[in-house]
């Protein structure tokens, strides 16, 4: 059932005829590198792990949760090359506590994002059921999905990014996916209860665990560049996975997009969701972690407001607890069991905890500016964007110009735009 508000008219220290400042569209530059031959890289790619005949062999391939440019044309590759080369690939969802820890909604998050058996070209097996691999010397039991662990070999397929919660060599990654993804409500469970303050040895450790216990075939580890973009598509031998994920971790970390900006007073948000970021709102991106642990390198920014979740993540909107502000339209759309259950596993209690809930857009600006430092309100910093994932394009105040006419990577596109807001409150750029 959805949330229901009644209607928000908090007085309000700030006068609604409040001078805003005219917003300018800026390119942010960010390295692109080449374009990615799908198809012709996984079949390179798997004419290089050995002559091991698949004939007749039950393949288990792992799709995620998250929205990837080229996801479905990359699964569509792999299982092509399998069944060429005999076997009998499908699909299994590897996604933790996501779609509300159940087999019907981790098909329902995939069904969102493309993933549909017409689509791939192959089954789509769905269970909770897992199987105990056993424990590491950290004392932290490992689990397989049962239907994976049954077959013949496993593919497991997944981007390589920075994490946004913790740090470490291993974040998220082929080597998660294989103890959290895999190890589904219950390996995700075991996993978060050590903290993510611990991840970065106890994840490793588990992954190591997971490819000595089960049938892993082969890693693909993707990586998208700040234009969401698949810069790179790698299958990576069984043997090789902790070597090269390492490697193709810093490579994500050194392309990926972000605030190019020194500072930010006000920070617009059109939508969050898990297919944006698994935090919804992307740490890397915004400086805040629901743990608070180091290693985020963002702007300091004072408001945060979030206007609407994106129709894929159903609800489930984990990461609006990094918010400041939010509004009624997004708030009511909120699945509290969905992202309740999400926020429990993880332990990110704060992702999941609702911001201050205005009447609408226009609202939540006038209670985002008059919570900031005095020093800020007369000239306020203001960035606004599409989501924490989509990032060449933004908007930025006037005020910035200076700052932006001096940074190479910075461009203003065409002329600047006047705020103002709809009669329902909804904000516009005219």
């Not at 700040?226 to 070597?243: C, G, H, S, T």
């Not at 009447?359 to 964007?385: C, F, G, Y």
Request: net charge neutral; with cysteine.
């Amino acid at each position: 059932m959805p949330l229901d508000f009644s209607r928000i008219e908090p007085t309000l220290p700030i006068s609604n005829s409040l001078h805003l400042p005219r917003m300018l569209l800026v390119r942010q530059s960010f390295p692109r590198g080449e374009k990615v031959d799908i198809a012709t890289t996984i079949h390179a790619g798997f004419s290089h792990l050995g002559r091991k005949s698949l004939e007749g062999k039950s393949i288990a391939i792992t799709a995620g949760s998250r929205g990837i440019k080229g996801y479905v044309k990359v699964l569509q590759a792999v299982v092509m090359e399998l069944k060429a080369q005999g076997a009998k690939p499908f699909i299994v969802p590897a996604m933790g506590s996501h779609g509300g820890a159940t087999a019907e909604g981790q098909l329902s998050v995939l069904e969102n994002l493309g993933i549909s058996e017409a689509a791939i070209g192959t089954p789509i097996r769905s269970s909770m059921d897992v199987v105990p691999l056993g424990v590491t010397r950290h004392d932290l039991s490992v689990f397989c999905d049962k239907l994976a662990h049954e077959a013949d070999g496993i593919v497991v397929c997944n981007r390589i990014k920075p994490h946004t919660t913790f740090k470490g060599d291993y974040e998220s990654g082929v080597a998660k996916m294989m103890v959290i993804g895999l190890g589904k409500h219950q390996g995700a469970i075991e996993a978060h209860n050590f903290g993510f303050d611990h991840f970065h040895e106890i994840l490793p450790a588990a992954a190591d665990f997971a490819l000595s216990k089960s049938s892993i075939l082969c890693g693909i580890g993707l990586i998208e560049n700040a234009f969401n973009d698949l810069a790179r598509v790698e299958v990576i031998p069984a043997a090789q996975i902790m070597m090269r994920e390492k490697e193709l971790l810093k490579e994500a970390k050194r392309i990926m997009g972000r605030l190019l900006i020194d500072q930010v007073d006000l920070l617009i948000v059109d939508e969050i969701g898990k297919n944006i970021s698994g935090a919804g709102l992307d740490s890397n991106v915004i400086g805040r972690s629901s743990w608070g642990l180091p290693g985020f390198d963002a702007p300091p920014i004072q408001r945060i407001i979030v206007r609407n979740l994106t129709p894929a993540t159903k609800g489930n909107a984990l990461g609006i607890g990094l918010a400041d502000f939010t509004t009624r339209i997004c708030a009511e759309k909120i699945d509290l069991t969905s992202t309740y259950t999400n926020a429990i596993t993880a332990h990110v209690m704060q992702s999941a905890k609702i911001p201050i809930v205005t009447e609408n857009d226009q609202q939540a600006v006038w209670a985002a500016l008059a919570t900031l430092r005095h020093d800020s309100m007369k000239a306020p910093l203001i960035a606004r964007i599409k989501n924490t994932k989509e990032l060449e394009t933004i908007w930025l105040s006037e005020n910035y110009r200076d700052f932006v006419e001096q940074t190479s990577k910075l461009e203003i596109i065409g002329d600047s735009k006047t705020v103002g807001f709809s009669i329902d409150g909804s904000l516009e750029f005219n």
